[in-house]
C-alpha cells in the first residue's frame, strides 16, 4: 500500500516534543525536590535548636553557673534570635543575634552573628558530648575567605 502525500508525518516530530517536555519536567521536578529537601533541613536545624518554642544551651564544658569562665557561653535560641551570653571577666556579657536558615549547595542550617552553622545533633556517647542527651554540633561553613572551621558543642 503506497503512502499518501497528502498529509505528512507529523508523528516523530510529535514525539521529540512531548519527549523533550517530559525531560524538562522531570527535571524541573526532581530541583524542586531538591530545594524543598534542602529547606526541610534547615528548618530541622531550627526545630532540634528550638524545640518549638525557645530552649537555652550550654558550651559543653562550662563552668557551673553562676561563677563562669573565659570561653563560657550560653545559647537560648527561639525562631527568629538567638541570645548569646558570653563569660567575659569573670560575668556575662548578653548580646541578640538575628537567627536565619540557609541552604546552598546541597547544605543548609543556621546563620547568626556573621557566621553561618551546619547543625549535627550527636549521641550521648560521643566523646565530645560527655554523656549529655541532648547534644548538638555547630560547625561553621566556610565563607570562601578562609577554610578556618570552628566547631561549637552544646548541651541543655
Known amino acids: 500500500m503506497a503512502r499518501s502525500t497528502a498529509f505528512p ?20 521536578f526532581l530541583f524542586l525536590g531538591l530545594v524543598l ?10 526545630g532540634t535548636l528550638t524545640g518549638g518554642g525557645s530552649q537555652q544551651w550550654q558550651v559543653i564544658g562550662n563552668a557551673t553557673a553562676p561563677k563562669c569562665s573565659p570561653g563560657d557561653a550560653t545559647y537560648t535560641f527561639s525562631a527568629k534570635q ?39 545533633s550527636l549521641p550521648a556517647n560521643a566523646p565530645a558530648c560527655k554523656g549529655n542527651a541532648h547534644c548538638v554540633r555547630l560547625t561553621t561553613v566556610p565563607d570562601g575567605k578562609t577554610d578556618a572551621t570552628r566547631s561549637i558543642y552544646l548541651a541543655h
Open 9 to 28: 508525518n507529523f508523528g516523530p516530530i510529535l514525539c521529540m516534543s512531548i519527549h523533550k517536555h517530559k525531560h524538562m519536567f522531570r527535571t524541573s
Open 37 to 46: 529537601g534542602m529547606l526541610v533541613n534547615a528548618q530541622d536545624a531550627l
Open 82 to 120: 538567638v541570645v548569646v551570653q558570653e563569660c567575659a571577666g569573670g560575668t556575662w556579657k548578653s548580646s541578640n543575634e538575628v537567627l536565619e536558615t540557609w541552604s546552598a549547595g546541597g547544605k543548609s542550617g543556621i546563620a547568626f552573628g556573621g557566621a553561618k552553622y551546619e547543625v549535627k
